[in-house]
């Protein structure tokens, strides 16, 4: 496909520069810059922004993000085969695109965040995309640095980002994503989409901060969520026996016969700030 840019087509920079798709390193690529546009586009307005993207391989999305007219992109990529590729196009839009070649884990992205909107978008490393989410979703202070997330995952992952209760979905990451974020499912992209095709259908998230979160302490939710969920069938009375049962669950206002799945995001909430009520009192011997 012709490129809009002025940029060779992705096919042949892949082939020119060696970049056969490990699959260690989660390279699924996307070379239809349409798709890439509707990704980047996804995001909104991004003029002001400076974009973090993870992982951007052989630059589909990092050319879309570009020619959209972002600000400045500061691309992350491990895979040091990429870094010539990137450099053309660093070169095609001077001054807007700077490459770092590393572990986007090991990365303190706030730390690299300049002043003014940033915007995350990243078709991600499937391996790692889940945790890269929860790191981005657990400062201590919020708002956030970013201010939206756009990303694709698989699309039971997804599903998981925006399940609420009552869903066969909800689970630990639903109840973190809707505490802190507004999060929605953008659209489908079929395994075809990209080189080499996924067994799996994936998705692209949108997601945003709340501006006034419930307050309550991560590690705790983190302490309920998981205790619940870990037995996700059982009575909360029973999954959460360790954390103080059914006292906590009365001190919380909820029904100790309820199960996890049935627990509203508020809820969780609740029931993360009674523990720490429970144990402050267990400590002054009340
Ligand atoms: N953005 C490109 C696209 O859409 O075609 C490539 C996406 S591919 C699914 C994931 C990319 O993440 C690969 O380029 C891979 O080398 C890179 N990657 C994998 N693990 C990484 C990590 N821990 N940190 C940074 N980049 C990583």
Redesign the pocket.
Same mark, same amino acid.
């Given at each position: 496909m012709a490129a809009l840019d002025g940029l060779p087509p992705l096919r042949d920079v892949i082939q020119r520069h060696g970049l056969d798709a490990?699959k260690a390193?989660?390279?699924?690529?996307? =070379?239809d810059l349409n798709l890439?546009q509707k990704i980047a586009r996804t995001a909104g307005a991004l003029e002001e922004a400076t974009v973090f993207? &993870?992982?951007?391989?052989?630059?589909?999305?990092?050319r879309a993000i570009l020619a959209l007219g972002a600000k400045k992109v500061v691309a992350?990529?491990?895979?040091s085969r990429?870094l010539p590729a990137l450099a053309e196009i660093a070169d095609h839009y001077p001054g807007r695109l700077e490459v770092i070649e590393?572990?986007? =884990?090991k990365t303190d992205f706030e730390a690299l965040a300049p002043e003014g909107p940033v915007k995350i978008i990243?078709?991600?490393?499937?391996? &790692?995309g889940t945790q890269l989410l929860v790191n981005w979703l657990l400062p201590k202070a919020w708002p956030p640095f970013w201010q939206s997330l756009t990303l694709?995952f698989q699309k039971e992952v997804g599903e998981r980002i925006v399940a609420c209760e009552d869903d066969d979905h909800y689970g630990r990451l639903g109840v973190l994503c809707g505490w802190r974020t507004e999060a929605r499912m953008a659209f489908d992209v079929p395994p075809q989409a990209f080189t080499p095709p996924p067994k799996v259908t994936s998705t692209v998230v949108h997601l945003t901060p709340r501006e006034n979160p419930i307050h309550c302490a991560a590690s705790n939710l983190e302490k309920v969520t998981q205790a619940a969920f870990g037995q996700r069938r059982k009575m909360l009375r029973q999954s959460l026996k360790s954390l103080g049962g059914e006292s906590l669950l009365v001190k919380a206002g909820i029904d100790p016969a309820r199960r996890a799945e049935t627990l509203s995001v508020e809820e969780f909430c609740l029931l993360a700030n009674s523990l720490v009520m429970t144990k402050a009192s267990r400590e002054v011997g009340t």
């Open positions: 490990r390193l989660g390279q699924n690529f996307l =070379l890439t993207e &993870v992982g951007p391989g052989p630059g589909g999305l990092t992350i990529e491990r895979d990429c590393g572990d986007a =884990l990243a078709n991600l490393p499937y391996n &790692v694709m």
